[in-house]
């Protein structure tokens, strides 16, 4: 039988990280290095060794800027303690590259909180996102991770004002069951008013529900780290079908391929395609040299840059 790659679509950069990614780079090219990044502006390891090369210092304590410096809030977000912090040093420019989809639900979590609303968020503990969305309010919001946490919660089950907000980058089967819990748990229960998962990693789990359905094994691009293209591997994993996440074609082992005639390949919203490429030259090099392309939606989606940077 013929081997073949199957390309996910749509897969790797979204427009939040297109946007994280092109701060920094003009940044750079209008004030030289070096330009300071609160935490790593995506969850990519090529990404933000290219950017230290030209001159990115990526660093987890504002106090660890130099005064008169520029510093750039990755992508992530962060909370407004960190903020204040920035604001109190004598900094020459401060950037903000949170995702304007994960700012939006830093805008409904601080609505709510105002409402006299208990916030219940949905998201990985320790995840920048995370600690940056809980940190837009003082008190009266908990996080959960699983069914067990819903039913650890030390909330009134009739309490009147209750509502969910979750992480941008969550598995949406997972969170479905941990709402519907959610839901079954306290009536007077507030939706979010749209989604809080954001388009792309809709879109991307999407192509991996159909990319599964035709391939043997799947191979997904993205860093340890990234939370969505963790729930790219896991979510394969849980249709059935074996899949590795890697950074570089050359973590791709031989032994992997013995028993797979078809790959699905994909890429997590912040690996950049230039990554792909390498995967698929290396897997030309073990006899996969069909390529198709799974198409699925058209991403058009984009975000504009602060006014300082659009020129």
Known sequence: MKKKIILANPRGFCAGVDRAIAIVEKALDKYGAPIYVRHEVVHNKYVVDNLKKRGAIFIEDVQDVPQNSILIYSAHGVPLSVRKEAQNKNLKMIFDATCPLVSKVHVEIKNLHRQGYTIVMIGHKGHPEVEGTMGQVEGDIYLIETINDILNLPIKTDIEKIAVVTQTTLSVDETKLLIDKLKSVFSNLKLPKNEDICYATQNRQDAVKKLVKVCDLLIVIGSKNSSNSNRLKELAENLGVTAYLIDFASEIEKDWLTNANV???????????????????????????????????EENMLFALPNDLRH
């Open 263 to 297: 790959l699905g390949v994909t890429a997590g919203a912040s690996a950049p395609e230039i990554l792909v490429e390498g995967v698929i030259n290396k897997l030309n090099s073990f006899g996969f040299d069909s390529i198709e392309i799974l198409e699925a939606v």
